[in-house]
Structures are given as structure tokens and as C-alpha cells.
């Protein structure tokens, strides 16, 4: 990692400014005071972020940085702050870098020197989280899982003895396929909560084991409407406890027919816990 050059003695500042994940009135007043003296807002879309400026009153040049140009658009917003201009980077909703576009901008301007402010406000991950009634002194973000189902039970088969509360954001035409397959990968009984909408008019919460979820939510009309975070309850201390114990009468079984290595990579595929985990425990039942 690059150290962080010493700052140019007059420069912009980069404000990353959180903003409102639905309801307009979240938008802290510093951050639109922010939003109102810069000069020139870096946004993911302009013409979203532009009626959430018309409905503030202000009028700022605006310039599009999204996911497919940041590389090429971030030398602007770096001449920009080399010409002591301030600049303002927002997403479509939320605080920027969070699943959202911003971090090839952030760490050059780090970089560089220049000085680079959060604007703290509304996000959706932590919103959800303090109202899902799960554990939250640990917590392992994941942003989106992958849209095909094999590569999302893959990823969510690596997850599956994690402790820690799982949460990762869905689109609606996936929540259904994405729920079943939590169900599945992780059990039908595993406790998930899912939030839709979030400070919307129409905000939902699902909880309850994965299989009663993706029932409530494919007899709901509005099932497969609107962005949601979806949590997963950590694996319990007994779930582990007894996962280990029959992966390693499994193992067990299994080694005295097969090489170490086969004998991990079928246990795993019977037991759910990851191959080279199981594999260290073969070495050790062997020896």
C-alpha cells in the first residue's frame, strides 16, 4: 500500500457525502450545507442525484462518476482539488464505497495528499443491522452475492460456519432464488431477517427461519419490489460444536478407504464445512 504523500499547501477538500437511502428529510444539515458551497458534486448519476439537489434548491455543476469511468474521471476530480477547488462525491443513495463507486478516487486522493472528509449519514447495511433484532458485535458485510445460483451456493457454502451476522445486499428480481438458497446452503432453520425499502413508505421487515421467509415472501405481492439487505444469523457455538464432531466421524469413516485428500473434499461436500478446514483435521485424525 502506498504511504500518503504530504499535503499540498493549498488544495480542495474530497467530502464523501452520505445521502438519504429514501427519505429525503435523513440528509443531515452539514451535509447539505456541504453539497451547497462546493464546487462541483462527483455523482453516480446525475440526474438522480439532480432532483435530490432541486428538492434542497441547489445548483452546483455536476459531473457523473459511476463504476465503468472512475479511473478515467478521477484525474478530473484530481485537478480539480490540485486547482483548490472542493469537490462533494455522492452516491445514488447511501455513503458512497459502500457497495457503491468512490474507492479508486478515495485512495489516489490519499494518495496525493489531499485531504479527504467523510460527511457521515444514512446507510443502509447499518440501518438494517439496528433494527434486525440479530447480534451485531460482529458483523461480516458481503455486499452482493453472485447473480448465478452455483457461484452463490459456492460463496455462501465458504459463509456457512461463520459466527458472525451475515449481511449482504439483494436486488428484487434475485431475493426469492437468493433466500431459498440460504435455506439451503445454510439450513431451513437458519434465522434471517431481511429489510425492504428501507425509510420508504412501503418499509418491510422479514424475519424468522430462511425457509418461512422465502414463503412470506413469494405469497407477498410486494415480495420482489425494491432493494433489501439481507441478514443471516451466525452459526452457534452448537452448531459448530456438533458440525466438528460429525465431520470428524465422517472423516473418520472416510480415511480408512481414501487418501487425505479425497477423503476432505468428499466430507466437505457431506458436511458443508470448507475443504482445507477439513483437510487439516485429516491430517491430524491420520497422524
Given at each position: 500500500m502506498n504511504s500518503e504523500s504530504e499535503p499540498p499547501e493549498q488544495a480542495g477538500t474530497l467530502y464523501i457525502v452520505a445521502t438519504p437511502i429514501g427519505n429525503l428529510?435523513?440528509?443531515?444539515?452539514?451535509?447539505?450545507?456541504v453539497l451547497s458551497r462546493v464546487a462541483v458534486i462527483a455523482a453516480e448519476d446525475t440526474r438522480h442525484s439532480g432532483r435530490l439537489?432541486?428538492?434542497?434548491?441547489?445548483?452546483?455543476?455536476m459531473m457523473a462518476l459511476h463504476e465503468h469511468n472512475e479511473r478515467d474521471k478521477a484525474g478530473q476530480v484530481l485537478g480539480k482539488l490540485a486547482a483548490c477547488q472542493d469537490v462533494a462525491l455522492i452516491s445514488d443513495a447511501g455513503t458512497p464505497l459502500i457497495s457503491d463507486p468512490g474507492f479508486v478516487l478515495v485512495r489516489e486522493a490519499r494518495a496525493r495528499g489531499y485531504r479527504v472528509t467523510p460527511v457521515p449519514g444514512a446507510c443502509a447495511?447499518?440501518?438494517?443491522?439496528?433494527?434486525?433484532?440479530?447480534?451485531?458485535?460482529?458483523f461480516l458485510f458481503e455486499g452482493f452475492l453472485p447473480s448465478k445460483s452455483?457461484?452463490?451456493r459456492a460463496a455462501l457454502d465458504r459463509l456457512v460456519r461463520e459466527s458472525a451476522t451475515l449481511v449482504f445486499y439483494e436486488s428484487p428480481h434475485r431475493i426469492v432464488d437468493t433466500v431459498g438458497d440460504i435455506a439451503e446452503v445454510m439450513g431451513a432453520?437458519?434465522?434471517?431477517?431481511?429489510?425492504?425499502?428501507?425509510?420508504?413508505?412501503?418499509?418491510t421487515f422479514y424475519a424468522g427461519a430462511a425457509a418461512h421467509v422465502r414463503q412470506t415472501l413469494e405469497a407477498d405481492p410486494h415480495g420482489s419490489r425494491g432493494e433489501f439487505?439481507?441478514?443471516v444469523r451466525g452459526a452457534?457455538?452448537?452448531?459448530?460444536?456438533?458440525?466438528?464432531?460429525?465431520?470428524?466421524?465422517?472423516?473418520?469413516?472416510?480415511?480408512?478407504?481414501?487418501?487425505?485428500?479425497?477423503?476432505?473434499?468428499?466430507?466437505?461436500?457431506?458436511?458443508g464445512i470448507s475443504k482445507n478446514e477439513l483437510y487439516q483435521r485429516a491430517l491430524s485424525l491420520k497422524d
Amino acid at each position: 500500500m502506498n504511504s500518503e504523500s504530504e499535503p499540498p499547501e493549498q488544495a480542495g477538500t474530497l467530502y464523501i457525502v452520505a445521502t438519504p437511502i429514501g427519505n429525503l428529510d435523513d440528509l443531515s444539515p452539514r451535509a447539505a450545507a456541504v453539497l451547497s458551497r462546493v464546487a462541483v458534486i462527483a455523482a453516480e448519476d446525475t440526474r438522480h442525484s439532480g432532483r435530490l439537489l432541486q428538492h434542497l434548491g441547489i445548483s452546483k455543476p455536476m459531473m457523473a462518476l459511476h463504476e465503468h469511468n472512475e479511473r478515467d474521471k478521477a484525474g478530473q476530480v484530481l485537478g480539480k482539488l490540485a486547482a483548490c477547488q472542493d469537490v462533494a462525491l455522492i452516491s445514488d443513495a447511501g455513503t458512497p464505497l459502500i457497495s457503491d463507486p468512490g474507492f479508486v478516487l478515495v485512495r489516489e486522493a490519499r494518495a496525493r495528499g489531499y485531504r479527504v472528509t467523510p460527511v457521515p449519514g444514512a446507510c443502509a447495511l447499518i440501518s438494517a443491522l439496528s433494527a434486525a433484532g440479530l447480534p451485531t458485535d460482529r458483523f461480516l458485510f458481503e455486499g452482493f452475492l453472485p447473480s448465478k445460483s452455483g457461484a452463490r451456493r459456492a460463496a455462501l457454502d465458504r459463509l456457512v460456519r461463520e459466527s458472525a451476522t451475515l449481511v449482504f445486499y439483494e436486488s428484487p428480481h434475485r431475493i426469492v432464488d437468493t433466500v431459498g438458497d440460504i435455506a439451503e446452503v445454510m439450513g431451513a432453520e437458519r434465522e434471517l431477517v431481511l429489510a425492504r425499502e428501507l425509510t420508504k413508505t412501503f418499509e418491510t421487515f422479514y424475519a424468522g427461519a430462511a425457509a418461512h421467509v422465502r414463503q412470506t415472501l413469494e405469497a407477498d405481492p410486494h415480495g420482489s419490489r425494491g432493494e433489501f439487505v439481507v441478514m443471516v444469523r451466525g452459526a452457534s457455538a452448537e452448531e459448530l460444536s456438533v458440525g466438528s464432531a460429525e465431520a470428524d466421524r465422517v472423516l473418520t469413516l472416510l480415511l480408512t478407504e481414501l487418501p487425505v485428500k479425497k477423503a476432505a473434499k468428499l466430507a466437505s461436500e457431506l458436511t458443508g464445512i470448507s475443504k482445507n478446514e477439513l483437510y487439516q483435521r485429516a491430517l491430524s485424525l491420520k497422524d
